[in-house]
């Protein structure tokens, strides 16, 4: 019986093409999207994705300031950062961040979605966030992303539990 030995492919540094996105975070949930452009920072979209190789894309986020945290999630959550003095732990609500820095929001939770390591400060490095709809990287034309699945639905995306005509949500136990 013979056998045919097959090759793999291992890309090399030189090889990868890195391509250009732009995507518009107005509405969409800070999670979904997150996870996507981690996706697509890691290159895992390609199939010549390598673990320990940057295959990636870069990624522009715009409109940071308008994405939105589901089930009011913004005023239960909070970002601990610590000193490493005593008593230097500081707590902030996701909604007082979402006000103040909603760049740094949106990198948290892409960072926390790639490896640790310098490969993944790497990628991260390819991330590349703004507040408003201007950039300045129009000169390598970046291709529209739109992430479809991201989008909440229109009964989740408020802050509160509240509907849009103000009545609150019940539940009914039946039994």
Do not use: C
């Not at 391509?19 to 890691?42: C, F, H, N």
């Not at 790639?114 to 709809?133: A, D, F, M, N």
């Amino acid at each position: 019986m013979t056998r045919i030995a097959g090759k793999t492919y291992i890309p090399s540094e030189k090889s990868i093409e890195h391509k250009w996105y732009v995507v518009d975070a107005d509405g969409m949930v800070l999670g979904r999207m997150a996870s996507e452009i981690a996706k697509l920072l890691r290159g895992k979209h390609k199939p010549i994705f390598t673990q320990n190789l940057d295959t990636g894309d870069n990624v522009i986020v715009v409109n940071a300031a308008k994405v939105v945290m589901t089930a009011s999630k913004g005023d239960k959550l909070y970002h601990y950062t610590h000193s490493g003095y005593p008593g230097g732990l500081k707590a902030y609500r996701y909604s007082d961040l979402l006000d103040k820095k909603p760049d740094e929001v949106v990198k948290m939770a892409v960072r926390g979605m790639l490896p640790k390591g310098r490969l993944g400060r790497r990628q991260l490095g390819k991330l590349h966030v703004y507040r408003g709809s201007d950039h300045p990287h129009l000169a390598q034309k970046p291709l529209p992303l739109d992430i479809a699945h991201a989008k909440p639905a229109s009964s989740t995306v408020s802050s509160t539990d509240r509907k849009v005509d103000g009545s609150e949500d019940t539940k009914e136990v039946n039994g």
